[in-house]
């Protein structure tokens, strides 16, 4: 059963770092950091993510300013008072052998004051309409201050020890607001033709890699295949941002899409594969490497994915929260022990680690197998009150409590 694994067990040789696999751990956000500082709950889950056994874990969403977090409890990236704890988070996760990349982002016209206590902003006015949120227009000032927040993160990282940085150009955060027409409604030198609503982009990058030319293929971008609205981006445009990126020398892209505002269009699309079809085609057209993911909940559905060349990686994610054992299982031949997320099997069944659908907005995860926080965050009882959440979804999914998916 194993010699079928051939493909997603091969190493890779990227930017000078060894991929002992081709399995990465798709960006995850705990919500867990204190005044922006990494913590221990993040060292402790990361760490423990390391362990899977994937070649790269991914840090998801930290913000380049206490402005560009998406919550209150985000992980903040630039200043230079968050550097130690940085380094403590990437070494970590190496001491555990595997690599790591910290994603950076800007919430943008999409943040929530509720959530943040931060006044929105974006490339132009923007009403979000789920939230009932009038973002304002960045001035030039404003702009260049958040170029400054990206390329002082994008050094920060990469001193930090970490192996790449990845920036997240999708799902309509402010970096991807600036690329979309959608969003970006300016009539000066950042809006308008194609060119000028990368301009933002180009500037961070050429910044940064004057600073640090070690940093060029260094740099992954998340980009967004579909957004579902008619000036949003799609495949097409999709690739064409794919052309101008790869004069920087990207080190991946991941192939990612949707918007809040068009998120049941995003799930569709995840459940029904289409993710891995955009992957495929941003592969077509470009020699950098291509990380497929969304909904992949096996090795043997990576594997296959690997094998007519969708990508060159798979990504996982919530697989990996409700079962961090997942690939040990897989390749010891032991996936009737694996426990599924429940989310990928009854939709909308918990979103216990999309942390900003729930009130308390604490990350956590209902299966027994997946890392709990410590003591000061859940208590005993919630853990078994989590437990016994899971295990009536469990007899209500499978119509049998003993039943474990297999995968």
């Not at 399995?23 to 709950?41: M, Q, R």
């Not at 033709?193 to 992954?220: D, W």
């Not at 437990?387 to 979804?393: A, R, S, V």
Request: charged fraction near 25%; hydrophobic fraction near 35%; include cysteine.
């Amino acid at each position: 059963m194993k010699k079928k694994l051939f493909y997603i067990k091969e190493k890779k040789i990227l930017s000078g770092k060894i991929f002992k696999n081709r399995i990465i751990s798709s960006p995850i956000s705990i919500n867990l950091s204190k005044n922006g500082y990494v913590t221990k709950e993040n060292i402790s889950f990361f760490s423990n993510l390391a362990k899977s056994g994937v070649a790269m874990v991914t840090i998801g969403a930290a913000g380049v300013s206490k402005q560009a977090s998406d919550t209150l409890n985000g992980m903040i990236v630039g200043e230079k008072k968050y550097f130690k704890k940085l380094k403590k988070l990437s070494n970590s996760i190496k001491k555990n052998k595997a690599l790591v990349s910290l994603q950076l982002f800007h919430v943008g016209a999409q943040g929530n004051p509720t959530h943040t206590k931060q006044k929105i902003i974006g490339p132009s006015k923007y009403y979000f309409k789920e939230i009932n949120n009038h973002a304002r227009a960045l001035t030039k000032n404003e702009i260049y201050k958040i170029k400054n927040d990206f390329v002082n993160a994008i050094i920060q990282a990469y001193n930090s020890n970490f192996d790449f940085i990845e920036l997240h150009l999708a799902h309509g955060y402010l970096l991807h607001e600036f690329i979309s027409s959608h969003f970006n409604k300016r009539k000066d030198n950042y809006g308008g033709k194609f060119e000028n609503r990368l301009r933002l982009i180009n500037e961070i990058l050429n910044e940064a890699y004057a600073l640090n030319p070690v940093l060029k293929g260094k740099i992954g971008f998340r980009i967004s295949a579909n957004d579902y609205v008619e000036k949003g981006l799609n495949i097409i445009r999709a690739t064409k941002l794919v052309k101008h990126l790869e004069q920087f020398e990207p080190a991946y892209f991941v192939v990612t899409a949707g918007l809040y505002e068009t998120a049941k269009f995003k799930y569709i699309d995840m459940k029904n594969g289409e993710y891995w079809n955009y992957a495929k085609k941003i592969k077509k057209i470009t020699s950098v490497p291509v990380i497929a993911q969304g909904g992949i909940t096996d090795l043997y559905t990576g594997n296959n994915l690997l094998k007519k060349k969708f990508g060159d990686f798979i990504g996982l994610a919530q697989s990996l929260i409700a079962d961090p054992d997942l690939i040990k299982k897989t390749l010891s031949e032991k996936e009737d022990e694996i426990i599924p997320c429940i989310a990928h099997i009854k939709v909308g069944a918990c979103h216990r680690c999309r942390y900003i659908k729930q009130k308390k907005q604490v990350f956590s995860c209902i299966t027994p197998t997946s890392w709990k926080p410590g003591s000061r965050l859940l208590k005993k009882d919630e853990i078994k009150k989590d437990l016994k959440i899971w295990e009536n979804l469990n007899k209500e999914i499978y119509k049998n409590k003993d039943t474990i998916r297999k995968t």
